[in-house]
């Protein structure tokens, strides 16, 4: 085997800390290492040329590039072989930069330490075998999670581009967050305008089905060809009956009961259509609050009904959907504001949160938009808004900068003038962050034109005063202290992980962040991708997102699945397990550890074998770890592979 | 049974809140804490002074730990919110190895600075719990509203004083109600009086402390309930010049709360030291009726 | 004793026109322990023996004779092996059958002939009563049957086959015996790190690599397949060094824990007396603390390190 | 090139791919300094690491040995660290019977996202390896054994 060895300066990256002339030299005195050089940047189009003119040159069988981690580049080096002619797995990277440049002050141990790594590669790559990927057919379904304002355009992207999609919501309508909202920054355009006409895409798009009041139990199988069972939770009401006329919210006794739709601000009935543009239009009850699941006596929602369509019978119902691919946009929840002891913790009814705040400011809310202080229902005149609550703080654990806090208190700003142009209001913030088309310029409005004080600073303690509210805090612009008397406190609450998240990403098998975001593919490169295949994300769910950038997100991940789709069949990573026949003794051992079923027990000429299913092997090696015998081996990373890598690295 | 614990009285103790000390004294005993002075104890180094010098503070800190660490106790108890910030606050310096063994060089001996360090408050919410203090009120203290004022650092910083929640403690609270007393909702507990302002700008001590006492009258409180002597001097004593600067008329008591367990207990005299009050309570107590008005001497 | 021995023949005799082979114990060479006996004809019933110097476990055949109709003489300790093969289906069930014993402890060889002194050769040797005597070129001798008991007996835990399929004899429970001698686990315990690996690395050096400890397991179900003589994986190379005798010793233990009986065959086995049950004996101690799990008890339940708990109650893990 | 001498000890990481390496990533994409005696091989997951590795590398000469993995429930594989957790509690046992210190191996778990976790556990394991000094060798063994050994 002729191997070739290219050490890449990354600019002063690595050559900065690294003597990659050395290791270059070093490389030469390796088995098998017939070429090896330094080179500037080898993954540039110069570089990858210096890579084919090599393996022609020196009739390179193999290629060892020594850069970055592979999790940037190893894709670009498997092209670049191939394109040498060389089979795409015949090639190891060694990764000098995150893992010894970035990290190693001292050159010379660094120069040694690239140099042992380069070592290891080039043993891994001389037992790695030519491998060719197989192929599977793929089913073009789609399962969009979360029907917020991401996943519509991802649902009606896929829908629009000829793909049957499955739309699963939790709450009983879709809409998400921005259902919620009245108006939008920085157009102020009405919020329900906007989205209202989207959602009634989704309803009436036939290749679109609708499953809310619905949560993902589990998800089986591998992109292409995934079985998700999905929970339709009860309702009580049959859908295929109820047209949504609410005579039954209107007889409905139990109207003290807690309105999760308006924040929990007002209350509604147990059995009740969340909103007017709600989709589905459909009627459900809120088993906690209704008087005959709980009691067993009322039925007033079934003699109201005039489709029939109550069932107090009805159960949770798992259906099992077929897709290929799933984009996942699960979004985010409020961070709750109550851990704030110097804000009142929850103790003051005047002290609310922005998304209750943006249901008084809307008409459908439940004081039909007009600002009344939850407390006594007076009209406010005076309106603190405190930004930053549970954003930028580390002493809770949220360290992170919401995103979009700044912008919509601007709004509500304005919102508040146009309501009550008697009102004043403040603004304590930490910074302003606004870098969006027309963003500043709308932050400045809300300063200029509509009069909002904004200070910069902290509040340290909310207390009740006469009625109103003094709010003591810090002007750290003019090193004084400012105490403010209001009617009403806003708190602009940032964003957290959905409620859940860590158990879908878990069902999912995709990762997430110490805050229960999901992560991306890769932060830059790929933004919408998860590391597992066939899954997507778009919107909060990977972060904090206003909503241009999370339906550009929703576009995003529609056109990579039907990028994905355009295929009739993909390719499997040949990076799977095989069986030896000559060393299998049958024991089943490999089968017994396989977390995907991958492994079935064959007879072969009278004898028990086991036999990997390739396109069912996700490339784990637990069954390598489990054979005893060393019967089955786990492509380029054969028990010798790892074995030639420790004695290299350990030559006793 | 019997608890034991070095006592560190404070300087406040020895004069302004003489009272404070003799009646945390004599409610320990009544509610079975043994207090062992700490012998030849000095200065916490909680003076402005010594908050530009962490090396001293710290040192005559470290001096009163070690003599503790020889006496056969539980833990430190102080009733002064400020000797115990003090005291707590040079422990956590000296968890930083280098900081702890420059003590020991000024010190010119060993110090662990391991010791529990509480307040008395502490210890009796938490050793004896609120329901027990609650059985021993037998003459409790029905009809009498007051509002708990903790002052600022009884809690503060959360990470040092490890006691209450930082924004709403409710030790006092819980405390009064188990003693009978009606507790109102008080929004400034845990606001400064400007004690540290108290000798060189008056005028800031008169707004600040002025506001607890608008704040206590307005809720409908008879009376203020502290436990840091420097809130109480402020409040009290100054009473009649913060009304004087605020063209307010209060006339509202300041009591110790270990004075009101004390009454709530049924004890008296001059160990409780109620006389010892600037602004008087005797007309407030004697209007809640002949259970709290026989604890008079 | 007799009579169990000729109900074991009765039972064989009855059994074996259904069977392709009964494996049993016939007298050994030189007196001292009894050896294999594979049972075709009625005439081989004659040869069978039973008493405590039927020490070989035999249920290391199972495998290899799989597909035929098996008859197998268990001991306690024995059918524990079998239980293993049988929950790793290395075997069937339905084609065996398990003539089970009750055991009073059976006789260490080697011990036995260190403590005999008896020279180079064994003329006879018989137990009667509590002693086992020997006539040997130097003469004659008589050995307390306790003191030459296998180590393994000091630590039974269940003298009667189970499973079984005619039991012979009594049920009853394991002998009483003295203070177990020291073991090497316990001897290694006592000693520091460096004087641990100094000792594995004498006593590897000793090691012939004759791989008799392997072939004698009745757990290395890899046969010819053993990852120690392949190169395909290459887990150990051929040269002489204490280094890859102790890599294939760990091997056996880790390839063998959770499903190692502890019958001590590797041992009985070695032709240099190496202790090299001892890393298979810490590992089963470790099991049990874990996982709560013995192996050889019962053949449904599957071996700790094939499955796993979301929430490993026993398991500290350290916090960074 | 062998190790630094008496600068460097040899410390292998047994890594899985999605979690583990992904976090010795983020450390380095972070500059989180970290000594440099750790080499790290990277495995698709923990569910591939046979404990015979960890005990072949120490024969070898290694004198520290670190695994680390997704966080249980977070495997990319749903099941491999869970595994891979009994094998190597199971492998902790065996060490210290074979003469090897047992805290010369140490597994834990690191997610993509932890490359401050990273550079602690990179941190302590060193330093703790540090502390224990150049693990025992065989002293008996020739050159020529060893030149024999790496040309396998």
């Known amino acids: 085997m002729n191997i070739g060895v290219f050490v890449c300066h990354c600019g002063s990256n690595i050559a900065g800390t690294v003597d990659t002339v050395a290791v270059a030299k070093a490389a030469l005195a390796y088995p098998e290492v017939v070429f090896a050089t330094d080179t500037m940047y080898a993954c540039s189009e110069p570089g990858q040329a210096g890579i084919i003119e090599a393996v022609q040159k020196y009739e390179l069988d193999g290629v060892v590039v020594a850069s970055c981690t592979p999790r940037m580049h190893e894709a670009t080096f498997r092209r670049t072989v191939e394109r040498a002619g060389l089979n795409r797995y015949m090639f190891e990277m060694a990764n000098i ?28 790559l001389r037992r790695n075998t030519e491998l060719t990927a197989g192929e599977f057919t793929i089913n073009k379904r789609v399962m969009v999670i979360g029907g917020g304002v991401a996943g519509i355009q991802a649902a009606l992207d896929c829908a629009d581009g000829g793909l049957e999609v499955v739309l699963v919501e939790r709450e009983p309508s879709i809409g998400g967050k921005m259902s919620k909202l009245d108006k939008t920054f920085p157009t102020v355009d009405c919020s329900s305008c906007i989205l209202g006409p989207r959602m009634v895409d989704i309803a009436q798009n036939p290749n679109i089905t609708l499953y809310t009041l619905s949560e993902v139990e589990s998800v089986d199988g591998f992109v292409g060809n995934f079985d998700v069972k999905v929970r339709r939770k009860a309702a009580y009401v049959d859908w295929t009956l109820c047209t949504g006329c609410g005579e ?28 007017p543009q709600a989709i589905p239009k459909k009627a459900s009850i809120n088993a906690a609050a209704c008087l005959m699941l709980t009691k067993g006596k009322c039925g007033a929602c079934v003699k109201a009904c005039p489709a029939g369509a109550i069932q107090f019978k009805q159960e949770d119902e798992i259906v099992t959907e077929q897709v290929g691919a799933v984009i996942v946009a699960t979004g985010y929840d409020l961070f709750d504001f109550t851990q704030y002891g110097e804000y009142g913790g929850g103790r003051y009814p005047d002290v609310i949160t922005s998304m209750q705040y943006e249901r008084l400011l809307s008409a459908s809310g439940p004081t039909e938009g007009h600002i009344k202080r939850p407390s006594d229902g007076k009209e406010p005149k005076d309106i603190v808004f405190i930004q930053c609550v549970g954003s930028r703080d580390k002493s809770i654990g949220r360290p992170y900068c919401s995103g979009f806090c700044c912008m919509y208190t601007a709004k509500q700003t304005i919102l508040t003038k146009d309501h009550l142009p008697e009102s004043q209001s403040y603004v304590f913030y930490m910074d302003i962050r606004s870098p969006g088309k027309g963003y500043d310029e709308f932050i400045r409005r809300a300063m200029e034109e509509y009069g909002a004080r904004y200070i910069r600073g902290r509040v340290s303690a909310i207390q009740p005063k006469n009625g109103r509210y003094l709010i003591k805090g810090v002007n750290t612009l003019m090193g004084d202290q400012v105490e403010i008397e209001a009617d009403l406190v806003v708190l602009a609450v940032g964003a957290e992980a959905a409620k859940g998240a860590p158990q879908l990403a878990e069902k999912l098998r ?27 994300l778009a919107g909060s769910c990977q972060g904090p997102k206003d909503i241009p950038s999370s339906v550009a997100q929703g576009g995003a991940a529609a056109s990579k699945v039907l990028g994905l789709f355009s295929k009739d069949k993909l390719a499997s990573d040949p990076q799977v397990s095989s069986v030896s026949l000559q060393r299998c003794i049958g024991c089943a051992k490999c089968q017994s550890v396989c977390p995907f079923g991958a492994i079935e027990m064959t007879q072969f000429r009278g004898m028990t074998k086991a036999s990997v299913i390739a396109t069912v092997c996700q490339g784990c090696g637990n069954c390598t770890s489990a054979c005893p015998q060393g019967a089955i081996q786990l492509s380029h990373f054969t028990d010798n592979q790892i074995l030639a890598e420790v004695h290299a690295l350990c030559p006793y | 049974m019997s608890r034991r614990y070095a006592y560190y009285p404070g300087c406040s103790g020895q004069g302004t809140s003489r009272e404070y000390d003799s009646s945390t004294r004599a409610m320990c005993q009544e509610l079975g804490f043994e207090l062992i002075d700490i012998p030849d104890w000095n200065c916490c180094g909680s003076t402005p002074a010594h908050a530009v010098d962490h090396l001293l503070s710290a040192s005559l800190v470290a001096r009163n730990l070690a003599i503790a660490e020889d006496m056969d106790v539980e833990g430190i108890v102080t009733p002064c919110p400020s000797c115990l910030k003090n005291l707590k606050t040079s422990q956590h310096r000296m968890l930083r190895p280098e900081f702890h063994q420059e003590v020991q060089r000024v010190l010119g001996r060993a110090v662990r600075a391991d010791l529990p360090i509480k307040s008395v408050l ?10 027990w203090i609650a059985q021993q009120a037998t003459a409790p203290l029905t009809g009498l509203k007051v509002v708990p004022y903790y002052g600022c650092i009884m809690n503060r910083p959360p990470d040092v004083m490890r006691f209450d929640d930082p924004e709403n403690p409710m030790a006092l609270d819980n405390l009064l109600t188990a003693i009978g ?37 307005a809720a409908g409180a008879d009376a203020i309930v502290t436990a840091c002597p420097l809130c109480q001097m402020n409040l009290d004593m100054r009473q009649a010049q913060i009304n004087k600067a605020n063209g307010s008329s209060h006339r509202l008591p300041v009591f110790y709360y270990s004075q009101l367990i004390m009454l709530a207990t049924g004890q008296q005299g001059e160990r409780v030291g109620l006389d010892k009050l600037c602004v008087s309570p005797f007309s407030l107590l004697e209007s809640l009726g002949p259970q709290a008005g026989e604890v008079r001497s | 004793m007799g009579s169990q021995l000729e109900d074991l023949k009765t039972a064989i005799r009855q059994a074996l026109p259904d069977l392709d082979v009964v494996i049993a114990w016939a007298a050994g060479p030189d007196g001292l322990a009894h050896t294999p006996l594979f049972i075709t004809s009625e005439s081989d019933v004659d040869l069978v023996q039973w008493d405590p110097r039927c020490s070989q476990n035999l249920a290391g055949y199972l495998p290899g004779l799989r597909g035929k109709k098996v008859g197998i003489v268990a001991k306690g300790c024995d059918a524990r092996s079998i239980t293993e ?139 010819d397949h053993c990852a120690a003589q392949s190169r395909e994986p290459h887990w150990v190379d051929q040269t002489d060094h204490p280094r890859e005798k102790l890599m294939f ?29 001892t890393m298979k004996q810490a590992l089963n101690r470790q099991i049990k603390a874990l996982f709560d799990y013995e192996a050889g008890l019962d053949s449904e339940k599957t071996p700790p390190l094939f499955q796993f708990r979301e929430n490993e109650e026993h398991i500290k893990e350290r916090k960074w | 090139m062998s190790v630094l001498e008496g600068k460097e000890l040899r410390i292998i990481g047994f890594l899985c791919n ?107 394991f060193t330093e703790q390896i540090h502390g224990l000094g150049p693990i025992p060798a065989f002293k008996s063994g020739t050159c020529l054994e060893a030149c024999l050994g790496t040309a396998i």
């Not at chain 1, 790594?117 to 080039?122: F, M």
């Not at chain 2, 004690?195 to 002025?210: H, I, K």
């Not at chain 4, 960890?54 to 040995?65: C, H, I, P, S, T």
Request: charged share 25%.
């Open chain 3, 85 to 223: 093969l049988l929950q790793e289906k290395l075997i069937d069930r339905e084609q065996l059958t398990v003539f089970g014993l009750h055991c009073q402890g059976a006789l260490d060889p080697e011990k036995i002939a260190a403590m005999a002194d008896c020279g180079r050769y064994v003329r006879s040797a018989e137990i009667n009563g509590g002693e086992l005597k020997i006539v040997s070129s130097k003469g004659a001798c008589a050995i307390s049957l306790e003191n030459g008991l296998l180590a393994k007996c000091f630590r039974c835990t269940g003298a009667d086959a189970q499973p079984c399929d005619q039991f012979i004899g009594e049920h009853g429970a394991p002998p009483v015996l003295k203070d177990a001698p020291a073991t090497t686990l316990d001897r290694l315990e006592a000693m520091s790190m460096e004087e641990r690996f100094q000792f594995w690395e004498e006593q590897m050096g000793q090691c012939i690599r004759c791989y008799a400890c392997r072939s004698a397991c009745p757990l290395c179900v890899c046969q």
């Open chain 2, 122 to 131: 502490q210890v009796l919410v938490e050793d004896r719990g609120i329901g």
């Open chain 1, 97 to 124: 930069r995150e893992h010894v440049s970035w990290i190693g002050k001292d050159k010379d141990a660094n120069t040694n330490k690239a140099a042992e790594l380069v070592h290891i590669a080039v043993e891994k």
């Open chain 1, 248 to 275: 039954c919210a209107a007889k409905c006794p139990s109207k003290k009961t807690p309105d999760r739709f308006n924040e929990f601000i007002g209350k509604t009935t147990a059995i009740n259509i969340p909103f």
């Open chain 4, 18 to 124: 999605w979690c583990s390496y992904g976090g010795a990533d983020t450390a380095g994409v972070g500059r989180f300094t970290q000594p440099t005696d750790l080499r790290i091989i990277k495995l698709p997951c923990t569910g591939r690491i046979n404990p015979l590795f960890v005990v072949r590398a120490f024969l070898n000469g290694a004198d520290g040995v670190l695994v680390s993995g997704c966080h249980p429930r977070d495997c990319h594989y749903t099941a491999g660290n869970f595994y891979a957790r009994r094998r190597l509690e199971v492998l902790r046992s065996l060490l210290p019977v074979m003469g090897i210190e047992p805290a010369r191996f140490e597994y834990t778990w690191v997610s993509a996202s932890e490359g401050q976790r990273w550079r602690t556990v990179v941190q302590k």
């Open chain 3, 249 to 277: 010793q760990a091997m056996h233990a880790l390839h063998t824990a959770g499903r190692c009986t502890e019958c001590g065959e590797c041992e009985r086995a070695c032709p240099v007396g190496l202790p090299i049950m």
């Open chain 2, 181 to 217: 007393a009606e507790v109102l909702p008080f929004a400034l507990k845990t606001d400064c009086c400007g004690a540290s302002l108290g000798t060189t700008r008056r005028d800031v001590v008169a707004r600040l402390s002025g506001r607890v006492l608008d704040a206590a009258a």
């Open chain 1, 510 to 536: 995709i990762s997430y962040d110490t805050y229960g975001f999901y992560m991306e593919g890769h932060p830059k490169l790929k933004p919408v991708e998860t590391n597992t295949a066939g899954i997507y």
